[in-house]
């Protein structure tokens, strides 16, 4: 079955399948543990064919953190859709971001970002996709949350949520901290509130 | 003069040395690039004195990373006295505690924490100081906002307030993040003014 897949796809899904093996990998062995003969190993995939798609570890790991920051932002934006309208948008906004950073997805990142602190080249490559990433998460917390910018304070608030996000992240690093973070998440919506609605009233008016 | 030193004293600057030259090392080199070896080095420390204090890696670091923890929480403490009392609280104390992560002393503690994450032995140490500086930074939080945690919100207002210091300090991992950080912390400081101002009328009456 496998010859008769096409080309392309054949190439997708050997991309695919690195990138998967990728995040797995820096998330259970971290930075020094993630070579590409260990991720080509995961995914089932021969080092040459590895080497043919990512040269290097650097370029393989960016990829899979970038793939996966985009696809996270894109089921974000599909969820959005199912929220209802006004200020009782805040509870289920502020569950979905600041539970955004909790997973394996978060921890391989989080390895990469402090490997790159000790490693120019690594940084290099990283601090564009930071800003990427970073931009594009801003945009979708917006949408999220039906906010306007041009309020004043939304821009700083919603700033807040993704950053308050990364802090939980860390804190769901090495235990079980959901417990505290759910009570963090209803404290967060009541603060969030005033934005959703302050955007709400304006768009009325 | 070193001679004339008492043992005690001299005992005590010696592992001041180490624990200082165990965070720069961590802060600049990461975990896999700190050895008790290096540590010595840079602390102008024999390998023997060192692990004499110290018998093992974990124990240098994890003493570290409690020792500059306690040191931060003092200082905060002496600063708290000067704050003036009620609203205005706020601002100064956004300021002070949303910087709290930004410097090499996180960067050290951070690259423990995440190779703790794939690494048993380190987790085991870390988990309790984590739990134990977790709540001193908790306690010395609800002092600076002069916050009575019996207020509705309040502890919830307070943890997410060192959470998003945490997110911003590893915000401020590979690039310089001050202006924007900046204007978090002026909205912040709103969104902390109920806080502090709750408690101060139900003081009050």
Redesign the interface.
């Known amino acids: 079955m496998t010859t008769r897949e096409p080309q392309q796809e054949r190439s997708r899904t050997t991309r695919r399948r690195l990138i998967d093996a990728a995040v797995e990998c820096l998330a259970?062995?971290?930075w020094?543990?993630t070579t590409v003969s260990v991720i080509a190993e995961r995914a089932g995939v021969s080092r040459g064919a590895a080497q043919h798609h990512f040269p290097t570890r650097e370029d393989l790991v960016v990829a899979a953190v970038a793939f996966l920051g985009e696809e996270q932002i894109t089921e974000l934006r599909q969820r959005a859709a199912a929220l209802p309208q006004g200020p009782s948008r805040a509870g289920p906004v502020a569950e979905m971001l600041l539970n955004l950073f909790t997973g394996p997805k978060f921890?391989a990142a989080?390895?990469l970002?402090?490997?790159?602190?000790?490693d120019e080249a690594l940084?290099e490559v990283?601090?564009p996709l930071?800003a990427r990433v970073g931009r594009e998460a801003h945009r979708v917390a917006l949408e999220l949350l039906g906010a306007d910018e041009a309020q004043p304070?939304v821009?700083?608030?919603v700033?807040?949520t993704?950053?308050?996000?990364?802090?939980?992240g860390?804190?769901n690093?090495?235990?079980d901290d959901t417990r505290?973070r759910n009570?963090?998440i209803?404290?967060?919506a009541?603060?969030l509130e005033p934005t959703v609605a302050a955007t709400a009233d304006s768009a009325a008016s």
Do not use: P, Y
């Open positions: 259970e062995r971290g020094h543990g921890r989080l390895h970002w402090v490997a790159a602190s000790t940084r990283l601090v930071e304070g821009r700083e608030t700033q807040a993704l950053d308050l996000a990364r802090g939980l860390l804190a690093l090495l235990t505290r009570q963090i209803r404290q967060w009541r603060i």
